[in-house]
Nanobody, 116 residues
């Protein structure tokens, strides 16, 4: 019943930009904390950015100043604008929804590859 669908991944050159989108359904979007996580091959899944129901963002140190998370409650969608991309940003990016009462949900991921 809960569905998070990511889009916008692809191949980009170092220094380029990409915008990821996550469309949510089956949740009361406005009250959920939304986030983006990423996982590279052989690595753990780490938080990249999150945004509270009130719009307060948090970022992992390595992406501060380069990535921006935002949400559009009217569209039940969260975005991740990624600028100045580096090869080490390459990973599968996952959309996350969290609420202390209703739990945690994940999308299936979208692949981002930063390479020449």
């Amino acid at each position: 019943q809960v569905q998070l669908v990511e889009s916008g991944g692809g191949l980009v050159h170092p220094g380029g930009s990409l915008r990821l989108s996550c469309a949510a359904s089956g949740i009361i979007f406005d009250i959920n904390t939304m986030g983006w996580y990423r996982q590279a091959p052989g690595s753990q899944r780490d938080m990249v950015a999150s945004i509270s129901n009130s719009g307060s963002p948090n970022y992992e140190d390595s992406v501060k100043g380069r990535f921006t998370i935002s949400r559009d409650n009217a569209k039940n969608t969260v975005y991740l604008q990624m600028n100045s991309l580096k090869p080490e940003d390459s990973a599968v990016y996952y959309c996350n929804s969290y609420h202390p009462w209703y739990g945690t949900f994940w999308g299936k991921g979208t692949l981002v590859t930063v390479s020449n």
